[in-house]
């Protein structure tokens, strides 16, 4: 072949390389819809027209979308094409049945039978590992979140099943977190709520919009959010299938109907707050007995029947008689005692089986595992001991979501709360104070307990540590400065500015220091040596010093700081008249070439042709009247100015 054939067939190769959508959907039979959907789920997206080479990009317009080849052959060989087409089938059929021949049967035996298309396949092609999928849930759970809020209405492509699954999904998650003790951080925002849970080694962020009337724009596209959304639902029902097995959980949990009644969300999943425990747990109790005296009667049975046969050797050895008869006593108590543990074995293996997957394949433990353990089970424990009281006005989903999952418990304004209000030991209660309404009927001090604002547990939980309650009681207005935890994540760098956040931190220390030795020095108070007095005595000297010493230092910083400034403004001198002067030579250097360019420019123009020196002339021309037009505009708009 020769060399100039060979070249166009590889251009033609090259330029082969991207296709249009038109051409795409040609080729495969499908609308536009159902092409939007294929590529959302197959996480396959168009080409900018400058991604095209420069040599290629004279056959394609900027105005229209491209693929690659490669893009076009995963989607032509995929299975959900088949299912669209079949839809197609089927709706033809529907609606010949129904309006042309009226059979109305044969209708409903259609809708029944109605194809339905599967995303499984999908997930595991794109997420072979469950550590990938995890990584991609920040996306796919604030988008359920905020589409879970929204009102159904099939004008916009809003459905009411998808808002529905939605829902449910969000309180199967949050259930799963705070079940497991996985959340590390949250900030409030005026976007919402942020939440970070740490899953499988992986960190995992969401917003929880604030409640709000929701209006439907116009010049959004809710078909192609809910497309988006079609995908994102099939991913978590995925994740959340297998998240809820490693941890021996039952997967979808069940549901009360009381508490779905009174819309409590995640607690609805929760047995402890179920009205039924009680009775629940006497039936199970009940079977669980009856198993074990079954276990036992067989196992005297047994015992009584190998007795008889050994009397003759227990006559001749009693020690032994005793030993036997006490160990068939001991088996039959350690029968009863495994019946009754059998409810908690498998909350004893949740958090073994993470770390023996992540040991198994490293190999080996790292240092920095223990550290993680530790923060965890410090978290896990956060508010042991502690009762909070949330009244309605307070966000209740993500203040019930923080407590439970740093070991607190909860109680509200229900019959159904397991605590009411009235109950002594209620350490806590979240409200906020307004001040032209009296926000509790009952007064502040008939009840011992504290009164705080709902920034406290999110401090809280973000400083890993329970913080003193004086700055955050309902009486104050001024609180402490609410600062960001995502700083130092790197994907969440953009949501607080750094110069902000560090200016916040140093104002907070001091305060933060006040309050500690404050609070160390009323419980060292009870402990007091008899040579307090003389200690505090040599505390005050050691800090007088260093405030001395401190003084002295910074007398010293400033006085070598000005003398460095002195230094800069006599260089900064030298260093205009130096200028000036080099200023003074560019100029003369200037003019002396441009003189000197003249006469080059005049000693060309005798050479050229008489053509070119016209032609040169004009373009002369040309460029003295542009300087002219700009001279003079330039002179209306100083005489504006001067005006």
Request: hydrophobic share 30%; proline share 3%; glycine share 2%.
């Amino acid at each position: 072949m020769h060399i100039h054939k060979l070249k166009k067939k590889i251009k033609k190769k090259k330029e082969g390389k991207y296709l249009t959508k038109k051409h795409i959907l040609r080729k495969l039979f499908l609308n536009e819809e159902e092409f939007r959907k294929l590529c959302i789920f197959k996480g396959i997206y168009p080409k900018d027209f400058k991604e095209i080479p420069l040599k290629y990009r004279k056959k394609f317009y900027k105005h229209k979308v491209f693929y690659t080849r490669n893009d076009f052959l995963k989607l032509s060989h995929e299975k959900i094409i088949n299912d669209f087409r079949k839809i197609k089938i089927y709706l033809k059929k529907y609606k010949k049945c129904k309006l042309t021949l009226e059979d109305f049967t044969r209708s409903k035996n259609i809708v029944a039978n109605f194809p339905v298309y599967k995303l499984e396949h999908i997930i595991k092609e794109r997420y072979p590992i469950l550590s990938y999928a995890v990584d991609h849930l920040d996306d796919a759970l604030s988008c359920i979140i905020a589409y879970s809020q929204l009102p159904s209405n099939h004008k916009y492509g809003i459905k009411n099943n998808m808002v529905k699954t939605c829902e449910m999904l969000k309180d199967h998650f949050h259930y799963y977190v705070y079940k497991t003790n996985r959340i590390k951080k949250a900030f409030i925002s005026v976007k919402g709520y942020y939440l970070q849970a740490e899953i499988l080694k992986k960190k995992v962020t969401w917003i929880i919009p604030h409640i709000f009337t929701p209006y439907l724009d116009t010049s959004i596209d809710f078909k192609l959010i809910s497309d988006f959304i079609e995908y994102y639902i099939a991913l978590l029902k995925f994740v959340l299938f297998k998240l809820y097995k490693l941890d021996n959980m039952l997967y979808p949990p069940k549901q009360d109907n009381d508490l779905k009644n009174e819309k409590l969300a995640h607690l609805s999943y929760d047995k402890d707050y179920s009205t039924n425990e009680n009775n629940i747990d006497i039936n199970m109790n009940q079977e669980l007995q009856s198993k074990c005296n079954v276990n036992t009667n067989e196992d005297l049975n047994t015992c009584q029947e190998k007795t008889k046969e050994k009397n003759h050797k227990s006559d001749n050895n009693p020690h032994e008689h005793t030993t036997n008869i006490d160990n068939n006593n001991f088996n039959n108590i350690h029968l009863q005692d495994n019946c009754d543990l059998n409810k908690n074995e498998g909350k004893n293996l949740t958090n073994n089986i993470i770390h023996k997957n992540s040991e198994a394949d490293n190999g080996h433990v790292h240092p920095d595992d223990h550290i993680d353990i530790d923060e965890h089970n410090k978290l896990k424990e956060l508010f042991k001991n502690h009762i909070f009281y949330i009244h309605n006005d307070m966000p209740f989903d993500v203040l019930s979501i923080i407590i439970l999952s740093c070991g607190g418990k909860i109680s509200w304004n229900s019959r159904i709360s397991p605590i009411h209000y009235d109950d002594n030991n209620i350490t806590h209660e979240i409200y906020e104070k307004d001040k032209n309404t009296i926000h509790l009927n009952n007064p502040e001090n008939e009840y011992k307990r504290i009164h705080i604002q709902p920034q406290y547990i999110f401090d809280c939980l973000n400083e890993k540590n329970i913080l003193p309650c004086s700055d955050y009681l309902t009486e104050k207005e001024n609180l402490p400065v609410h600062l960001s935890p995502f700083i130092e994540d790197e994907n969440f760098k953009n949501l607080v500015k750094k110069e902000e956040y560090t200016i916040n931190k140093m104002l907070n220390q001091k305060i933060k220091e006040e309050q500690y030795k404050d609070f160390s020095k009323e419980n060292n108070n009870i402990f007091k040596s008899p040579n307090y007095k003389e200690e505090e005595e040599e505390e005050n000297d050691d800090r007088e010093t260093a405030n001395l010493i401190l003084n002295n230092k910074r007398q010293a910083a400033l006085n070598n700081q000005l003398e460095r400034e002195n230094e800069d403004i006599n260089q900064l001198k030298e260093n205009d008249t130096i200028l000036n002067k080099q200023t003074d030579q560019t100029q003369i250097l200037k003019t002396q070439n441009l003189k000197s360019q003249e006469q080059e420019i005049q000693r060309h123009k005798i050479v050229l042709s008489k053509k070119k020196r016209k032609l040169f002339a004009r373009i002369d021309m040309a460029q003295k009247r542009q300087k002219a037009t700009i001279d003079k505009f330039m002179k209306k708009i100083n005489k504006n100015k001067s005006k």
